[in-house]
């Protein structure tokens, strides 16, 4: 009898492990993101839902710049009259341009939730005047 209750708890515990160490974890895609005085480089530009994706994001410019990935603003509409809290809040992911003084890297992880049609995401940097200077890149989340 303590055999055979032993042998199930035995099947059981194998049986979890199993299940547990048969999930494969999702690969994580290397974004590498270059910001330059004024422009944005990235060796990806669409993506995919549900991805996890590393960013290492290096300014290469002789200013300091910000990375931000968020919805592009309209000259006529809501969003270029905006403070830097109300883009930071809008943003989906960000560096700070306090990590991105000129030749910082930074790195983060993110992994975008829902997909994005052509023309609602951008990489950009919205340190005073490198936007309207076209600091900006669309990107696709399918």
Partial sequence: MLYRKI?????AVSLLLTACGGQKPAETTEVKITLTDFGIESNVTEFKAGVPYHFTVTNAGVVEHEFMVMPPLQED????EMDMHELDEMALA???ASDLSAGA???FDYTFTEAAPDGTLEFSCHTPGHYEAGMKLPIVVK
Avoid: K
């Fill in 105 to 107: 890297t930074a790195t």
């Fill in 77 to 80: 509409h809501m969003g270029m």
């Fill in 7 to 11: 042998f199930i708890v035995l099947a």
């Fill in 94 to 96: 960000m560096v700070p």
